[in-house]
């Protein structure tokens, strides 16, 4: 007895029937009953067929939606009779699974999905209302197993609409494909833990996303379900907002995010340069801020209208390439755009070997290379790249580089630009010279001054044996010695394979063993300058505060395009600490002679001295307070009335420019 096999799904085969005369097609009951089968597209039940001559008898097989193989015995007679087993598989389950994915910025919100097939026999769409977007992912994973055809779940060969809403609040999220949103399917017998955040993420990057079509106020993606006998039918509902910073600007429509805060993830990829994000919010105000690593680098505050968001991309690294962007709606959103642009660097000629400022503006930039400034020739504090992405610095080696054709660059290892200049004819007829020599200051006093040169420095030059180096072992490790600043003491100084070591020595260091290198660094100026002052040999300033007492001679010299100073010592001195004793003293009536002084009617002030008893004595000195710090009073050589009593008369005591009491007398 032949057999006609079938699938599971409804599918048809021919019986080609071929005859002199007339026959007849019957079926019978196998123990699944006979309406199961269609001849001709009609079923026959218990009934017959008649034909003659020769035809193909089409016999369908109705969808089995069991769990079990079905079969049905058809007989065709004419002269003689024929049998035939119609065989058909048994139906396999579908799992189908609902996920919803969302950034965990949204979370809180809520989001309704929906969707429908052809076979679909409920009467309406399959809808997951009210799904809470959590902060892990997925927000919603659901799994639900059964045959096609049957509830929830499509049969092979059906189309698929996904559904979700355009439509946002502050409480509802919005579906917006413009910014990267999706719904999407996966076929597959591959499972996905919803509990694991990479696997998850695997299969939601495999799904298929078919164009998402807008009517009224539901987005609606279309696919046609092609089983292939897989078990799984994923449906992704993804509401991340994400985009690639290449110059595409998503514009989101009018109603779509009312009152809604909208996150938006930028990717500017492993590239560095400066980066922009146009943004348009329309007539309605909006407030756009960006952050990175949730450190806020932007936020324009409540705007209409077109603005830039403009920074600098500085680092590479995944944790450094995604951008978040907030857009701030207000409750009637009439629509906004923003438009991320790909990061740019700003190339320009450059000498491909450096040099010394002496000699850098006799060479011809001949090479291209790329820098993160806004201007055409790189300035103090950019960063050089030799490739357009940013991803491989300049390594200027601290050496001075022709740029362009009439100006240099002093660039660091790692690219970043630390002096310019030009090369123009020099208009200086002499080198500078360095007129201020001798600084006095409190302790924890904070300062800031600049040297006072003549002749138009360019640069200073702190001046001093001990020098800072840097130390590179080889691939077996190194074992160099170096002069201690201080003490003068040769000691030895071990650097471990494949590192480094930047020490100050008053001498070049010694390669002792190993295969190591040593780099000069500069002046060590921690060892010269007072702990907590430092030196700007760009600006000849000197910053910052020490609380160590000291005269502190440090030397320096000041350079111009004529030439260098010579050696100028500059003595830093911290006062020692005084314990000031406070006393009163009228400083709002100060007299040229001791007897006016005695006839004031004193308003006392406080004031401080550095002496031992309670009031101040011949040569100690008067101090007050000005916006907290000790400053030592100038009482320009005039005499002043205090509260100390001797013999029930009040004390005389005359001070000088410096503060120092100068003479002391009691009224008559």
């Known amino acids: 007895m032949a057999q006609i096999n079938f699938p599971s799904t409804e599918s048809s085969n021919n019986l080609n ?22 001849i001709n597209d009609v079923v026959l039940g218990t009934g017959t067929y008649q034909g003659s001559g020769d035809e193909d008898v089409k016999i369908t097989f109705l969808l089995n939606s069991t769990g079990a193989n079905r079969t049905v015995q058809v007989t065709v007679t004419s002269d003689t009779a024929q049998v035939f087993t119609l065989f058909q598989s048994k139906s396999t389950l579908v799992n189908r699974v609902f996920a919803v994915n969302a950034s965990n910025y949204d979370a809180g919100k809520i989001a309704t999905q929906k969707y429908d097939f052809t076979s679909n026999t409920t009467g309406s769409d399959i809808e997951f209302t009210d799904t809470i977007i959590t902060s ?22 059906d189309t698929v609409d996904l559904k979700a809403n355009r439509i946002g609040s502050a409480t509802v999220q919005p579906f917006i494909p413009e910014l990267g949103n999706t719904m ?16 998850f993420q695997s299969g939601l990057t495999k799904a298929t996303v078919p164009t998402a079509t807008l009517a009224g106020d539901v987005y609606t993606s279309q696919f046609t379900y092609t089983r292939a006998s897989k078990s799984y039918l994923y449906l992704f509902y993804d509401y991340q907002s994400q985009l690639t910073a290449n110059g595409n600007t998503a514009i989101v429509p009018s109603g779509s995010s009312n009152g809604a805060t909208i996150n938006v993830k930028i990717n500017f990829s492993n590239r560095i340069g400066r980066a922009t994000i146009g943004y348009d919010a329309n007539t309605t105000s909006k407030t756009f801020i960006l952050k990175l690593n949730d ?16 920074f600098l991309k500085g680092t590479r690294g995944s944790s ?44 011809t930039a001949t090479d291209t290379a790329y820098h993160t400034g806004i201007n055409a020739l790189p300035e103090v504090g950019d960063n050089i790249y030799t490739n357009t992405s940013g991803t491989i610095a300049f390594d200027g080696n601290d050496q001075y580089f022709k740029i362009s054709t009439n100006n240099y660059a002093l660039i660091t290892a790692t690219g970043l630009v630390v002096d310019t200049g030009d090369c123009s004819p020099c208009s200086e007829t002499a080198v500078p010279v360095i007129s201020s ?33 840097s130390l590179t072992s080889g691939d077996s490790g190194s074992t160099f010695t170096v002069v201690d600043c201080t003490t003068g003491i040769t000691k030895s100084v071990t650097v471990m394979s494949g590192s480094s070591l930047e020490i100050c020595s008053s001498s070049t260091p010694v390669l002792v063993s190993g295969n190591g290198t040593i780099t000069s660094k500069g002046v060590c100026s921690d060892e010269i300058l007072p702990l907590g002052i430092f030196f700007n040999e760009n600006t000849g300033s000197f910053s910052g505060n020490s609380s160590t007492p000291g ?14 100073s010579v050696n100028t010592t500059i003595n830093l001195i911290i006062n020692p600490v005084i314990t000031l004793i406070r006393y009163n003293m009228d400083i709002s009536n100060p007299q040229v002679t001791s007897t006016l002084a005695c006839g004031v009617t004193p308003s006392y002030a406080q004031m401080y001295h550095s002496g031992k008893g309670t009031y101040p004595a011949l040569n100690d000195f008067i101090y007050t307070f ?25 004390n005389i005591i005359r001070i000088d420019g410096v503060g120092q009491v100068v003479e002391k007398t009691v009224c008559p």
């Open 295 to 310: 450190v806020e680098l932007f936020n324009s505050g409540s705007v209409t209208g077109a603005g830039t968001i403009s």
């Open 551 to 564: 005269t502190y001679s440090v030397v320096v010299t000041a350079t111009n395009c004529f030439g260098t």
């Open 184 to 199: 999407g399917y996966l076929i597959t017998d591959t499972v996905y833990d919803p509990n694991d955040s990479a696997d």
């Open 320 to 363: 450094n390439s995604i951008y978040d962007l907030q857009v701030l709606t207000g409750a009637s959103d009439d629509g906004w755009e923003i438009t991320p642009n790909a990061t740019t660097l700003t190339s320009f000629l450059i000498e491909n070997t450096g040099t010394t400022l002496a000699s850098v503006c006799s060479d």
């Open 17 to 38: 029937v071929r005859s002199n005369s007339t026959w007849t097609v019957t079926l019978q009951d196998l123990g699944d009953g006979v309406s199961i089968v269609k």
């Open 136 to 157: 892990g992912q997925p927000s919603e994973f659901v799994v639900f197993s059964d045959y096609e055809g049957l509830e929830s779940i499509p049969v092979d060969g």
């Open 437 to 469: 020599t001798s600084f006095t200051f409190e302790p924890n006093q904070r300062i800031g001054f600049d040297l006072i040169t003549t002749n138009n420095p360019e640069y200073y030059s702190l001046v001093s044996a001990c020098n800072n180096y």
């Open 626 to 650: 000005v916006n907290g710090r000790q400053v030592a009073y100038n009482g320009g050589y005039k005499y002043y009335i205090t509260d100390e009593l001797t013999g029930g008369k009040n």
